[in-house]
């Protein structure tokens, strides 16, 4: 078991890593909104390529930061079921749903956009907006390598739940998941 622990530490930590660095995108994201605010309403003076490092930075952070978004179980869940079961019962809800439904899904989306990415890239695709960004095809290969991360993450959630499971709770601050309250037992 301490081999799966360490499996899950690790992908937990790497993630941990991708978040904190993508999370730094946001203000980069946030000044480049006021600068183009400003010079469109106060100077008059448009740019297609802000414009466009805008939903680019916004893709990334969305796509890479997923991951640590469900690291950090941050993903909205609204289920008034759910809240009130054992701990047990919410690992198994969420090692289920992660291996029927996230994993699976993740795999499906990273295979539909091979082409879409693999064109992009042969193409040394661009913006067709005059004066827009270059080098389209790298926000293009975001979305396998953010589904990348999701798996990962998705592994080590699955870990964290089969050790509930199992009754081999992690440790505190191992899991993010169905992690029981304090004093609870796990049932």
Known sequence: MSLLKRI???????????GLGVSWLTTIMV???FYDVVMRYVFKQGNIALQELEWHLFAVIF???AAYALKKDAHVRVDIVYTRLSTRQKAWIDFLGT?????????MVIYASRGFVAS?????EISPDPGGLPARYILKAMIPIGFSLVIL???SQAIKNFLVIIGREPEVGDYTGAAPVAGEEVK
């Open 8 to 18: 899950s530490q690790f992908i937990d930590l790497f993630n941990e890593w991708i």
């Open 31 to 33: 000044l480049n909104v």
């Open 63 to 65: 796509l890479i930061g």
């Open 99 to 107: 291996i029927v439904f996230l994993i699976p899904y993740s795999l």
């Open 120 to 124: 992009s890239w042969s193409l040394g």
């Open 153 to 155: 993450q998705g592994i």
